[in-house]
């Protein structure tokens, strides 16, 4: 199976271009406020009704309530969403569309109860006190690769296109998501690093 590639915190139109140039399978946009890759509606609304129909846009939340998520998923044209909050089982099962649920995984933080999450996908991230993502930190391995007995696993966390071939030969996941692993600054892309994230990955499978 070929190894899907998202590249998150997409912010401008620019970087949308690149990635979606560079191969990538899909396209984060990050509505969680305070932090460095927040995205406002209707910058990611304009950047996705231009996007090819074979990029999946994926709006990036964390413990919103329902009703805004579901506008925001109408509002921009969001077919999937990802939840990077403390968001609930029945949480994930009131919404529309695929969904994603990211859990930080790491230091104290073993593998979380995933069979009691009924989502298309689950993504690991690095755990870090006070962050929801973008921490530039891996984590270990081995919980990616027990996570795939309960369905598909999406690998982030510290991921880079010196470090992602090497995380695909060891955990075979669904997909891996980067942002801060090919960003010249927080919310703005590095064009060689993104293309060199996607050539390896596209080599590994």
């Given at each position: 199976m070929r190894v899907r590639v998202k590249i998150c915190g997409i912010t401008n139109?620019?970087?949308?271009?690149?990635a979606a140039e560079a191969g990538a399978?899909?396209?984060?946009?990050?509505?969680?406020?305070?932090?460095?890759?927040?995205?406002?509606?209707?910058?990611?609304r304009g950047i996705i009704k231009d996007l090819s129909p074979w990029i999946t846009p994926v709006g990036v939340f964390a413990d919103h309530p329902i009703e805004e998520v579901e506008r925001l998923m109408h509002h921009c044209g969001f077919l999937?969403?990802?939840?990077?909050?403390?968001?609930?089982?029945?949480?994930?099962?009131?919404?529309?569309?695929?969904?994603?649920?990211?859990?930080?995984?790491?230091?104290?933080?073993?593998?979380?109860d995933l069979q009691a999450y009924r989502v298309q996908a689950y993504l690991l991230d690095t755990f870090a006190e006070g962050r929801v993502g973008g921490t530039g930190k891996t984590f270990p391995l081995e919980l990616a690769t027990r996570a795939k007995a309960f369905g598909y696993v999406i690998v982030s966390?510290?991921?880079t296109p010196g470090?992602?071939?090497?995380?695909?030969?060891?955990?075979?996941?669904?997909?891996?998501?980067?942002?801060?692993?090919v960003e010249v600054e927080p919310g703005r892309k590095d064009p060689q690093k993104v293309r060199d994230f996607v050539a390896r990955v596209r080599e590994e499978g």
């Open positions: 139109r620019r970087d949308a271009e690149l399978d899909a396209l984060g946009f990050i509505f969680v406020p305070d932090t460095p890759r927040y995205v406002d509606s209707d910058t990611a999937t969403i990802q939840l990077h909050g403390l968001e609930s089982p029945e949480y994930c099962r009131s919404l529309t569309g695929s969904v994603i649920k990211a859990f930080r995984v790491g230091g104290s933080q073993g593998l979380p966390g510290g991921l470090n992602v071939a090497q995380v695909i030969r060891k955990v075979g996941p669904y997909g891996v998501d980067v942002s801060s692993g």
